[in-house]
């Protein structure tokens, strides 16, 4: 008798890059694939679909639209499709001004820091996790470039995954982010996975 192929489900989290900081750790049913740990998508998903897993989610990835093309191939590869896109945005671009008044991100880490705790009297951005300095001129460009592309590329992944699998389109769920503290104070880390293990 032939073994039964194994299904994972498959989740897309996409979060801004303002409220990048959760850290989640992979259990035995659940693995998290986080692109800026290094590792490729194939990699983690020919290990993933070995040890059986029940849920894969992907943070942030695909980020940009190739990427969305080179994971359909890829989950074809081991018999998986996604299955989910989970979704968490701000509700108002007032909540994104206010969050981008406390926080700042990190050119080179990509790390977000409280804004009093880097900010030096000369307008000098020091990174805490590795001491690297920047102009504020700088981070700021950085921090607006990399919040306009995540919402420009969001909307369009989102329809492109859609549109790719319109005979099993995948279920998407929305986390409205309705206050700062909701995500600083671990509250939305919380329904995230709240979500994800009700899926």
């Not at 489900?9 to 986080?34: A, D, H, M, R, Y």
């Amino acid at each position: 008798m032939e073994e039964r192929k194994h299904s994972s489900k498959v989740i897309c989290l996409f979060f801004p890059p303002l409220i990048n900081n959760f850290g989640f750790q992979s259990g035995t049913e659940i693995k998290f694939f986080n692109p800026k740990n290094g590792l490729e998508i194939d990699h983690f998903l020919s290990e993933m679909i070995k040890k059986r897993c029940d849920k894969l989610v992907l943070i942030n990835y695909p980020s940009e639209e190739k990427q969305v093309d080179r994971l359909q191939l890829e989950l074809a590869k081991v018999g998986q499709k996604i299955t989910h896109i989970l979704l968490c945005d701000p509700i108002s671009y007032d909540l994104i001004i206010e969050i981008q008044n406390k926080y700042l991100i990190c050119p080179h880490c990509e790390k977000i820091f409280k804004r009093a705790t880097t900010v030096r009297e000369n307008n000098e951005f020091v990174c805490p996790w590795d001491s690297k300095k920047f102009t504020l001129i700088k981070v700021k460009r950085f921090n607006e470039v990399r919040l306009a592309n995540y919402f420009k590329n969001s909307k369009k992944l989102v329809e492109k995954i859609l549109s790719e699998n319109k005979e099993d389109l995948p279920l998407i769920n929305q986390l409205n982010i309705s206050q700062e503290k909701e995500v600083f104070s671990g509250e939305l880390r919380e329904k995230i996975l709240k979500t994800i293990n009700n899926l």
